[in-house]
């Protein structure tokens, strides 16, 4: 595998997708940050299957001593069904930005030392606004993957086929998700931080 991430592929599971979206609505205002958790699948070595995903936060999200409590608590959980922390989900506070902040990178960073391929999926807002416009299939988050120099990149326009929905209906879902504002009821690593009663498992999110 080495670190020639540009050959890999990312699949990401309906679930996993939409509770990251709607995490970032829930907050509009506001950064906030997730990770995903998954695994090399077992069939392909050249895919990464991202089956569920876990929102962070919503505040401070540069604060070191609680993102590795939260890792800690993320991977202790998951790994009694084989699976780990893969990759890392970042929307920018301001609407239009697309780049990649400082914040996301250190974190990625972080997270690549544990899992090399580690994505860093980066929310477009402009595309999931025009969710309820357009009939797309296509992710509303950018892919970017460390180069041959380490370096974080955008996977160019044609990172489309890098990035893959398992469920093509995805994007119908969460519009339905949207619209009847599910993302009231998400709960995130803050939230739970604040009281451990709020479940970061959000374990009925889509019932």
């Known amino acids: 595998m080495g670190s020639n991430n540009g050959e890999l592929k990312y699949e990401i599971s309906q679930n996993a997708y939409i509770k990251l979206v709607l995490h970032s609505l829930r907050h509009k205002t506001a950064a906030v940050n997730g990770v995903l958790v998954g695994r090399i699948s077992p069939k392909d070595e050249g895919l990464v299957e991202i089956s569920d995903s876990v929102p962070l936060f919503h505040s401070n999200l540069a604060l070191l001593p609680p993102l590795e409590i939260s890792l800690i608590m993320i991977e202790e959980h998951y790994v009694a069904q084989g699976l780990s922390i893969v990759g890392y989900f970042h929307a920018n506070e ?26 860093i999926l980066l929310l477009n807002n402009k595309k999931l606004e025009a969710l309820s416009k357009v009939k797309d299939r296509s992710p509303v988050m950018q892919l970017c993957v460390k180069d041959a120099s380490k370096n974080w990149r955008v996977v160019g326009a044609d990172g489309g086929s890098k990035l893959l929905l398992k ?33 970061w498992l959000n374990p009925g999110l889509f019932n």
């Open 94 to 119: 301001r609407f239009d930005d697309v780049d990649l902040c400082g914040v996301a990178k250190n974190i990625g960073d972080h997270i690549s030392r544990y899992f090399p391929p580690a994505p």
């Open 167 to 199: 469920e093509p209906s995805a994007n119908v879902v969460l519009s339905d998700y949207i619209s009847s504002e599910k993302w009231k009821d998400i709960t995130d690593v803050d939230d739970h931080l604040d009281d451990i009663t709020k479940d």
